[in-house]
């Protein structure tokens, strides 16, 4: 690599030599991630090799049944389904009809449409839809929809999910912005709530580490419930 390379310049670079050797897209997969193009926010899904790192850490966690707040074209939804296997179930919230309906395209071509439901509304609603029905506990909760609404969605995950279930923050660092007190962006106070409510909750172990690469530099936060 270049000595003058800038910052995002090298990250790619290492990002391409290691998508090159570990990460496997097929064909489904990377068609589900361009045609995110078609989306109203295009090519803010997860990168690859962040994406094969929620199917390990779905598979490592043996999760049968996931949830996820943010559908965008389905990128992500179709590591989680196929991380849950055949007889495993995806439900995923996406507010926009359009991007749901890319997502549905994406998954019945990816070949898991019967395991995944996506579900068109705000996901304030459809979470309340979800514990106002009982529904079965989920293994890991992947929060990526709008993050003024973090707080909102951990509390939902909190009621859908049992003791050992993993909770997934995707987007918490922000270009380093997580740690402005002040900024008036209330994004970066949804990521901030959301940390202080998982740092305040005994119920909660957690960690989040700085991620960077294709997608810039921001992080993930994994929780579990005890
Ligand atoms: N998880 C996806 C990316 C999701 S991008 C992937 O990695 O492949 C964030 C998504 O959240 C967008 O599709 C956006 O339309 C959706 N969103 C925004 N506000 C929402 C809301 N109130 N309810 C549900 N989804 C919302
Ligand atoms: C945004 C949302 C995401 O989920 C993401 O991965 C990147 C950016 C956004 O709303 O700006
Ligand atoms: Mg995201």
Do not use: C
């Given at each position: 690599?270049?000595?003058?390379?800038?910052?995002?310049?090298?990250?790619?670079?290492?990002?391409?030599?290691?998508?090159?050797?570990?990460?496997?897209?097929?064909?489904?997969?990377?068609?589900?991630?361009?045609?995110?193009?078609?989306?109203?926010?295009?090519?803010?899904?997860?990168?690859?090799?962040?994406?094969?790192?929620?199917?390990?850490l779905a598979?490592a966690a043996?999760a049968?049944?996931?949830?996820?707040?943010?559908?965008?074209?389905?990128?992500?939804?179709?590591?989680?389904?196929?991380?849950?296997?055949?007889?495993?179930?995806?439900?995923?919230?996406?507010?926009?009809?359009?991007?749901?309906?890319?997502?549905?395209?994406?998954?019945?071509?990816?070949?898991?449409?019967?395991?995944?439901?996506?579900?068109?509304?705000?996901?304030?609603?459809?979470?309340?839809?979800?514990?106002?029905?009982?529904?079965?506990?989920?293994d890991l909760v992947f929060?990526?929809?709008?993050?003024?609404?973090?707080?909102?969605?951990?509390?939902?995950?909190?009621?859908?999910t049992?003791?050992g279930s993993l909770i997934v923050?995707?987007?918490?660092?922000?270009?380093?912005?997580?740690?402005?007190?002040?900024?008036?962006?209330?994004?970066?106070?949804?990521?901030?709530?959301?940390?202080?409510?998982?740092?305040?909750?005994?119920?909660?172990?957690?960690?989040?580490?700085?991620?960077?690469?294709?997608?810039?530099?921001?992080?993930?936060?994994v929780a579990r419930r005890?």
């Amino acid at each position: 690599m270049s000595e003058d390379a800038t910052p995002q310049e090298a990250w790619q670079a290492v990002d391409e030599y290691l998508m090159d050797r570990l990460v496997a897209e097929d064909e489904a997969l990377a068609t589900a991630r361009e045609s995110s193009a078609r989306t109203t926010l295009p090519h803010i899904e997860v990168a690859p090799n962040q994406g094969a790192l929620l199917g390990l850490l779905a598979q490592a966690a043996g999760a049968r049944r996931v949830l996820e707040f943010g559908t965008l074209a389905g990128y992500s939804a179709i590591w989680f389904a196929r991380a849950v296997g055949e007889s495993g179930r995806v439900v995923t919230l996406e507010l926009e009809e359009q991007n749901a309906e890319v997502a549905r395209e994406n998954l019945a071509r990816a070949g898991v449409a019967e395991r995944v439901e996506v579900l068109a509304g705000p996901a304030a609603r459809t979470a309340a839809e979800l514990i106002a029905a009982d529904t079965e506990p989920f293994d890991l909760v992947f929060i990526d929809a709008d993050k003024p609404s973090n707080p909102e969605y951990l509390a939902a995950a909190l009621s859908l999910t049992r003791s050992g279930s993993l909770i997934v923050i995707d987007n918490v660092v922000r270009g380093g912005h997580v740690v402005d007190e002040d900024s008036d962006d209330p994004r970066i106070h949804g990521v901030r709530r959301v940390i202080e409510d998982i740092s305040a909750n005994p119920e909660l172990d957690a960690t989040a580490l700085q991620t960077v690469g294709v997608k810039g530099w921001d992080g993930l936060l994994v929780a579990r419930r005890r």
